[in-house]
Structures are given as structure tokens and as C-alpha cells.
């Protein structure tokens, strides 16, 4: 008897047991079926309207994807399977069936499960939500246009940048050869994607990783190779590099990793990625009567090239801008005298220079809305996303002091009408007298910059091959100079600025206008070196703008699915 009433009990849990394990089951592959349908369906959100979607989300449909994704996942324990399927977004909260086109899809699974002692079936419900990702890349500058728009005056500041003198002709092979990440990562002098973009390594590995993936064409990169080794050969100096600082992609992002990069700027980029780089200045003062040969400080290049990936809004789709900066100190010797008819011969017997240059402190980042939208990749319906530059205050300047000197007359000060303060000054003079003018200038052309905020929206074609340009060319415009009579001093002694400008301004005219000026024969001749050899080539070397930066689509991908909840 004991037995029969112990054989109950254990039979009762013995069934509990199992009809609940059954049960268990079924909610357990269900979710599982509600996850794998939800991931299916969110690779078919592309951009598509709710109402282009209905068609997929249709079980009656047999070529539906979620007629097919069902089927593929046939073996769910539980019968009567039943899906509901609905479109919109989704923020790990909240569900919203309103948006059109949709971003995220809602996958609402239900079986039932046959009790296996106690018999009958109960319901069984399992909820998931995936979202269709959006991610692109973009870069803020570039060295290829500068290249490929057979700009030779960029040749000097990138011969100095690698360290080797390459002609125009290999600068263009290594522009237009390309690599991917993930192949590179996987070369052997690097090893993984954590190891190429979190990691450091060393410059020559980088160096030797880009010729071993393009040796796998050695024929159509032969050109490419050979301006590697030659760089190889001087890359010792340069140490080890954090590429993620030039190259902001999670090791994670396998679509990032998939797409092509010219190795010019993988090259480049890198060589800058650590400190600063201070810009030669050899041939600043060529041609500039007036200019000495002794400069102080410099001006340094601290980052090029930054490319970004990741989806808009989030850290991992930030780049930042280029940086140029620096003060660059100039002298001024044998500056001509200045003949002033009805005055005196003067003599401008010296003067200082002051470069200034602060540009593009700023960032990148991929911005929503709008959303990254995939085309097909042609000129009708390109890939489109929008990159917000936001820029610090940039200013670029040229200041230069000059001093002019020599004995004037009383009588000719006297005939200006300048006698009254003369005498205020020094008491009465003969009018044969001679007294000491010493003037100081100040001439001053500049560009500021208060900062800002703009959208770069790029479409892939043709941003791939042409910049969108944020900001204006970094340039000094000669016509701007303007000149400011800073000191005035008579005899030792220092005039009020306003009783003396029928004197100040015969000087400023001299300096200014005259077929021997200053400004004509060398400040004029030294701002165009500025522009054409000096900073105007380096800011289009690294696609530098001032106030804003090149911007230019790399690639897009759509519809990458990622499971919520």
C-alpha cells in the first residue's frame, strides 16, 4: 500500500516534469525561431517603404522571406507555428509602428504544446525585435586629389613627409592602388584587426604588410611596390604608430574591414600618427628681395588623412580634422630707402616678420538624420550619407614691422604744418635744423575664422572621386594688406599719432605704392611664396581647408541585421 500511494506522488512529478520540460522546450526554440526570422527579415529593410515590405512579411506568400526563413527552421518542437510579423522602429523600449520607411521589424512567434501525461495543449508566445543597422565610412582629407590633379607643388612637402624623393608618376601608382583592411590585418608582420587598429606597430611593418597584400598582383602594382621599398628603406626613424588614430574602425567592423583604401593615404595618414611634423621652409624667401635667410620656430603638420567608420551618431563614426599649425618668425635686411619729394631720403632700416597659422581643430562625424541610404552604386541612385564638420576657431595670419629713419629738415616739417607741434616737442628750431623721424609700421593681412558647424552630404558616386568641399581655400589674398602706423617719434621724442598723419601718410604711400615699395617688391612677392610654395601646398597635400576640410564617401552598407530583444 505504501508503495501504490509513493508510485502516485512520484508518477504526479514525474508528469509535472515533463509536460513543463515540454513546454520549456517549445518557448526555448520558439525564441530561437522569433531571433533567426527577426535577423532574416532585418536584412530585407533597405530602404524599402512599409508597404513594399508587406509582401515579404506574408507566410501565404511561398517566396516571402518569411515563408522561407520559416522553412529553413522547420524543426521547432510545437505545433500550429504561427508568426505575426510588423514594421517600424524600435529603441530597446519602445516599439513604433510609424515610421516609413522602417528601421527595425517585429517578429511575434506563437505554437502550441501537446502535454504529454496529463494530455491537452497550452499556447506558447515569444516576442523579437531586430534592426536593420545603417553604417558608412567617410574621410576628411586626402592626398590623392592633390596628386591627381597633377599638382607639383605638392611633390617638396611629400618628399619631406616620407623622407624619400618619389616622382609624380609613383606618388599617382600608390593613389591608385588599394587594399582592404581585413586583408591587411591578416599579413603577417601585423596579425589581426585588433592588433593593426588598437594596437602599436611599428612603421616598417605597416610598410611591409601593404607590398605583401599588393605582391598578390605584383603586375598591376609592380609601380606601387617599388615607391614602397624606397619608402621601406627610410622608415626606421619613424618608430611605432597607434593606426587607430588616423583610422577610427572597431576590429569588430567586418563591413569596414571589407572595403578598398588607397594606400597613399593608409601611408601617409600613418606617418603622422603619432607627434607632430614640422614643414621645411627652404624656399620661402626665393625670389623675395628683402627676405633674410634665418627663420625661428616653424610650422608643423600634426595629423593628415583620418578615415571613420560606424554607424551615424556613435563615437566610432568621429575622424578628426587635419591640424596645421605653427609661428614662423621672419627677418627683413637691405630693405630699399624710401625718396619722398618734398620731405627727405629714408631709410627703412629694419623689420621683423610673425607667420601665424592655426587651422582646422575640428572633427568629423556621420550624422542621422538623414538616414545612410544604399543604391545600387550608380549616378541615378547613389549611396548617400551626411558627415557634420564642426571646426574651432582657425586663423591664419602674416603681421611684418618695419622702421624707417632719417634727418629732416625743420623747414620741410614746418611746410607739412607740423611747426606748432615741432616746437611743443623741441622748442624753437632753426629752420635749417635738422631733426630724427623715426616711424614704425605695421603691415597686417589676415584670415579668422569663428568656428562652425557644417554638413558635408555626400553621395557615393561621385564624392568617392570628387571632395566635398567644407570651408574655403587656405589662402592669403595680397590685396587685403593692411597698413597701421604704429609709432611716430620726432627728434627723441614720441608724437600723438592723429596731428601727424599729413607725415604718416606720405611714408604709407612710399611703402605702398612707389615702383620701389616694400610692398610691391617684397611683402606682395613673399605672401604669393606662402600661398604657392609654403602652406598653400601642404593644406592641399592633406585636402586642408581653412575652416573645414575635403570630405570624401569611401562605402555604405545597409540592412545589417542586429538582434534587440
Known amino acids: 500500500m505504501f508503495l501504490a500511494a509513493v508510485l502516485v506522488v512520484v508518477l504526479g512529478i514525474t508528469a509535472v516534469v515533463v509536460d513543463l520540460g515540454m513546454e520549456r522546450v517549445t518557448r526555448a526554440d520558439l525564441q530561437a525561431l522569433a531571433d533567426t526570422v527577426a535577423l532574416d527579415l532585418a536584412r530585407e529593410i533597405t530602404g524599402r517603404t512599409q508597404a513594399q515590405l508587406t509582401a515579404e512579411g506574408n507566410l501565404a506568400n511561398p517566396g516571402s ?8 527552421n522547420a524543426d521547432t518542437l510545437g505545433k500550429n507555428v504561427d508568426l505575426q510579423i510588423d514594421w517600424g522602429s524600435y529603441d530597446n523600449e519602445v516599439w513604433n509602428t510609424a515610421p516609413d520607411p522602417p528601421t527595425a521589424v517585429k517578429v511575434v512567434a506563437n505554437a502550441d504544446t501537446d502535454y504529454a501525461v496529463f494530455g491537452g495543449e497550452g499556447e506558447v508566445t515569444r516576442t523579437a525585435y531586430a534592426v536593420a543597422s545603417s553604417s558608412a565610412c567617410y574621410k576628411l582629407g586626402s592626398f590623392v586629389a592633390a596628386i591627381n590633379s597633377d599638382d607639383s607643388t605638392v611633390l617638396e612637402p611629400l618628399e619631406d613627409l616620407f623622407g624619400v624623393k618619389l616622382d609624380l608618376v609613383s606618388y599617382k601608382a600608390l593613389a591608385a592602388a588599394e587594399v582592404n583592411l581585413a586583408d591587411l590585418a591578416a599579413a603577417p608582420t601585423i596579425g589581426s584587426p585588433t592588433a593593426l587598429l588598437t594596437g602599436t606597430i611599428t612603421y616598417s611593418n605597416l610598410i611591409s604588410a601593404l607590398i605583401s597584400v599588393l605582391s598578390k598582383d605584383s603586375t598591376a602594382n609592380s609601380v606601387a611596390i617599388s615607391a614602397l621599398d624606397k619608402i621601406l628603406g627610410v622608415s626606421a626613424v619613424v618608430g611605432a604608430i597607434s593606426l587607430g588614430n588616423v583610422l577610427h574602425v572597431a576590429p569588430t567592423d567586418t563591413a569596414a574591414l571589407g572595403m578598398d583604401l588607397n594606400v597613399l593615404d593608409i601611408v601617409g595618414s ?10 621645411e621652409v627652404e624656399n620661402i624667401q626665393a625670389g623675395v628681395p628683402g627676405v633674410g635667410f634665418q627663420f625661428t620656430g616653424g610650422i608643423k603638420l600634426i595629423s593628415a588623412a583620418q578615415l571613420a567608420c560606424g554607424k551615424p551618431n556613435t563615437p566610432e563614426s568621429v575622424a578628426d580634422n587635419a591640424q596645421l599649425e605653427g609661428d614662423l618668425g621672419i627677418t627683413f635686411v637691405n630693405l630699399p630707402s624710401l625718396s619722398i619729394p618734398g620731405l627727405a631720403t629714408l631709410q627703412t632700416t629694419k623689420g621683423t616678420g610673425s607667420l601665424h597659422v592655426n587651422l582646422a581643430d575640428g572633427t568629423g562625424q556621420l550624422v542621422a538624420p538623414p538616414d545612410v541610404h544604399c543604391g545600387d552604386g550608380t549616378a541615378s541612385d547613389p549611396h548617400t550619407y551626411s558627415v557634420a564638420v564642426q571646426t574651432q576657431p582657425a586663423s591664419y595670419s602674416l603681421r611684418s614691422d618695419i622702421e624707417v629713419t632719417g634727418d629732416v629738415k625743420a623747414s620741410e616739417l614746418n611746410a607739412l604744418g607740423l611747426g606748432g607741434l615741432l616746437s611743443g616737442l623741441l622748442g624753437i628750431l632753426l629752420p635749417n635744423a635738422k631733426v630724427t623721424l623715426d616711424i614704425k609700421v605695421r603691415f597686417d593681412i589676415a584670415t579668422n575664422y569663428a568656428g562652425g558647424t557644417s554638413i558635408a552630404n555626400l553621395g557615393l558616386p561621385p564624392n568617392d572621386t570628387t571632395p566635398y568641399e567644407t570651408g574655403s581655400t587656405v589662402y592669403l589674398d595680397p590685396r587685403n594688406v593692411v597698413p597701421t602706423v604704429t609709432e611716430v617719434s620726432i627728434g627723441g621724442k614720441l608724437a600723438p599719432l592723429n596731428q601727424v598723419l599729413v607725415l604718416t601718410n606720405m611714408i604709407v604711400n612710399d611703402l605702398t605704392t612707389a615702383n620701389n615699395a616694400f610692398m610691391g617688391k617684397t611683402l606682395v612677392p613673399l605672401i604669393d611664396n606662402i600661398n604657392n610654395t609654403f602652406v598653400g601646398p601642404v593644406a592641399r597635400m592633406v585636402g586642408l581647408r581653412f575652416g573645414g576640410a575635403d570630405v570624401w ?5 545597409c ?7
Open 553 to 557: 564617401a569611401v562605402g555604405a552598407v
Open 270 to 279: 600613418a606617418r603622422l600618427a603619432n607627434g607632430d611634423h614640422f614643414i
Open 65 to 72: 522571406a518569411v515563408r522561407e526563413s520559416l522553412n529553413r
Open 559 to 565: 540592412g545589417e541585421p542586429d538582434l534587440w530583444g
